[in-house]
């Protein structure tokens, strides 16, 4: 089995070349902070430039600069990391700062910034901020407008941002492997002026896919289509904290898709308006209400709602993007007598236990009690205050309080629900059921049979 310290031992000949490049120049790089822990960190206070309100990144966290002749300095490091897609799995990836994704990097329009980017990676790297307006030479295509940064290697990027919004960084250098393996980050450029597009609360998260074999640890970096892990900034439900609100706050919610496919991001018990895209902020003539946003590959949308209370859900609404390590060659047995054979397989397998003759349900609910492989979870899995929710993969819980206080993010547990306004169990007479009759057949019926693969091609 690969354990982290196998993994992070690969990477140790190239920490320490760059760290050979820092000491020659440590007085001129800023600490590049590194953080391995998975949970949400609450906004971080601006330490110095122009004021603004800061973003929340579910689980994630916000990158610190330094003030140097009135221009922000970060320091990102491009490095092996292993990350907790939730409790009982973790995965083998590259990423920044000891996470993937990287930490977000915040700003304000006008700024003049300079990231210092060290690369810890065993091949060459570059970063390329995907919707930021810049000179052709900071755009990070690795070959078009720089050399590549080798490992060991510093370079520096600099630049003025011109306009505020929503934006993320990524390599554009062997680019399928290096975002496979979770290398992506989140730009926010917050207005120049504190009031303008001003909410209570403001939360981001990037969307990212990955093939991991039961098992296994490390994504497999050549699938186009077959991903059977779909995450919110790298995690799964139920390993996904939730976003916490106080009742009659505006929130705004900033989601970028850099996965492989689009994403119809559904909200419970509220409806929106989508306020700003890559490309910048939606005029409020050109809003509309809505309850699901469709993400598309590489761009980001952001959707601003007025909380109410209650614990509301927030998932994609591809159902097979809200389970778990799911496999897709599953035959579907629904109405399919088991019994039997399940007893003639316990002869050769004494765990087996068979599943799927009334849906996949029991799966939720034989959880506990059915082994799984080593590093990998349930396809649906987490407790509810009534029972399994039956979900995983891209699926959160907004929970909005009366009481929450302003500015506080901790979880405050399952929503008490108002006297009368939860469904409840019909225990009466039930009605006669008038059924259709069912359509005769006759020899002249057509026949058609999906093909299932590729024989005969």
């Not at 009982?88 to 930490?103: E, F, I, R, T």
């Amino acid at each position: 089995m690969n354990s982290r310290r196998d993994f992070l031992r690969g990477a140790g000949a190239a920490i320490l070349s760059a760290g050979l490049v820092s000491r020659v120049q440590a007085a001129g790089i800023p600490e590049a902070k590194i953080q391995d822990k998975p949970g949400t960190e609450g906004p971080l206070v601006p330490q110095g430039g122009p004021a603004y309100n800061p973003v929340v990144t579910l689980n994630g966290w916000t990158l610190p600069y330094r003030m140097k002749n009135g221009v922000k300095e970060f320091h990102l490091v491009a490095e092996p990391v292993v990350r907790e897609f939730a409790p009982g799995m973790v995965a083998h990836m590259w990423g920044y700062n000891g996470q993937s994704p990287g930490p977000t990097i915040e700003c304000v329009e006008g700024d003049r910034i300079r990231v210092f980017v060290t690369n810890k990676l065993p091949e060459h790297t570059t970063i390329h901020w995907h919707g930021i307006l810049l000179p052709s030479g900071m755009d990070g295509v690795g070959g078009l407008n720089q050399p590549q940064i080798k490992t060991g290697q510093t370079f520096v990027y600099e630049f003025t941002m011109k306009k505020s919004g929503t934006f993320m960084y990524h390599p554009h250098a062997d680019e399928m492997v290096q975002m496979a393996m979770g290398m992506m980050g989140f730009i926010v450029v917050h207005p120049k002026n504190l009031n303008s597009m001003r909410v209570d609360r403001d939360y981001v998260f990037l969307l990212s896919a990955y093939d991991i074999d039961p098992g296994s640890y490390t994504p497999r970096t050549s699938e186009m289509t077959d991903f059977n892990l779909w995450t919110f900034n790298s995690r799964v439900f139920p390993g996904i904290d939730p976003m916490v609100a106080r009742t009659g706050e505006k929130v705004r919610v900033r989601v970028g898709n850099l996965t492989m496919t689009n994403h119809p991001i559904h909200l419970h018990g509220h409806d929106f308006e989508v306020t700003c895209t890559d490309g910048g902020w939606v005029p409020k003539t050109a809003r509309w209400p809505e309850v699901t946003t469709d993400v598309a590959v590489g761009q980001m949308r952001a959707v601003e709602f007025t909380a109410v209370a209650g614990d509301w859900a927030l998932h994609c609404h591809k159902s097979h993007h809200t389970m778990n390590a799911m496999g897709h060659q599953t035959p579907n047995l629904i109405g399919v007598p088991q019994k039997d054979i399940a007893a003639k397989v316990r002869k050769l397998v004494p765990e087996y236990m068979p599943m799927g003759e009334k849906g996949m349900a029991d799966m939720s609910e034989m959880g506990e009690a059915m082994p799984l492989p080593d590093n990998t979870l349930p396809m649906m899995t987490g407790q509810g205050p009534f029972g399994p929710v039956e979900m995983g993969g891209m699926f959160t819980i907004l929970k909005v309080r009366d009481q929450q206080k302003r500015g506080d993010y901790t979880d405050p547990g399952w929503f008490d629900n108002p006297p009368g306004t939860v469904a409840w169990l019909y225990e009466g007479e039930e009605p006669n059921t008038n059924r259709a009759p069912a359509t005769p057949t006759s020899s002249n019926d057509l026949k058609v049979r999906k093909p299932t693969g590729h024989e005969g091609h």
